[in-house]
T-cell receptor, first 114, second 112 residues
Framework: QQQVKQSPQSLIVQKGGISIINCAYENTAFDYFPWYQQFPGKGPALLIAIRPDVSEKKEGRFTISFNKSAKQFSLHIMDSQPGDSATYFC?????????????FGKGTLLTVNP | DAGITQSPRHKVTETGTPVTLRCHQT?????MYWYRQDPGHGLRLIHYSYGVKDTDKGEVSDGYSVSRSKTEDFLLTLESATSSQTSVYFCAISERVAQTQYFGPGTRLLVL
């Protein structure tokens, strides 16, 4: 199975709040988990990525939490700002396999109200 | 956009006409990808390339073909455009297999 399930589809958060987006995967061979951010009219851009040898990675206000046993990972945006309003995609891949693909979740539209 | 350009950026065409989209990179990355993005479906891989003249199908390849004659260029062709191919098309590149992909600005295609 190559599927990556992302939730919620949309999320509304007040300025200063915490935004949480969750992803679950099935393929235990996945070993690379990036998150992409996409603004309207633009291409997706890498936001932050994690490998399963760590349970958490933080970059500024953005944190990935990874639970290998549950096959889940999540993006936390602390102190959410209106400028964070965008669509977020999680993805996963098996860097050691012959499959060249990143498998993407279907995306979460985040709206941060001022 | 990591040295990736897509052309055209917008195109309106009629059903049944052939359409070619171009992706050009200046990063000398080996791997190149074509995706389509539609509401409710996220990003879906159409075709990808793992080297010059080396290509393979993605999950939604029907009705599309690709060619890569140079490292820097990856062309996506709709042989006979249909309304179901109305979408936003993104090209992406990566230096290493199944690792970080860098996306172009996209091409918005409308098939009437």
């Amino acid at each position: 199975q190559q599927q990556v399930k992302q939730s919620p589809q949309s999320l509304i958060v007040q300025k200063g709040g915490i935004s949480i987006i969750n992803c679950a995967y099935e393929n235990t061979a996945f070993d690379y988990f990036p998150w992409y951010q996409q603004f309207p009219g633009k291409g997706p851009a890498l936001l932050i990525a994690i490998r399963p040898d760590v349970s958490e990675k933080k970059e500024g206000r953005f944190t990935i939490s990874f639970n290998k046993s549950a096959k889940q990972f999540s993006l936390h945006i602390m102190d959410s700002q209106p400028g964070d309003s965008a669509t977020y995609f999680c993805a996963a891949s098996n860097s050691g396999g012959s499959n060249y693909k990143l498998t993407f979740g279907k995306g979460t539209l985040l709206t941060v109200n001022p | 956009d990591a040295g990736i350009t897509q052309s055209p950026r917008h195109k309106v065409t009629e059903t049944g006409t052939p359409v070619t989209l171009r992706c050009h990179q200046t990063e000398n990355h080996r791997y190149m990808y074509w995706y389509r993005q539609d509401p409710g479906h996220g990003l879906r891989l159409i075709h990808y390339s793992y080297g010059v003249k080396d290509t393979d199908k993605g999950e939604v390849s029907d009705g599309y073909s690709v060619s890569r004659s140079k490292t820097e260029d990856f062309l996506l062709t709709l042989e006979s455009a249909t309304s179901s191919q109305t979408s936003v098309y993104f090209c992406a590149i990566s230096e290493r297999v199944a690792q970080t992909q860098y996306f172009g600005p996209g091409t918005r295609l409308l098939v009437l």
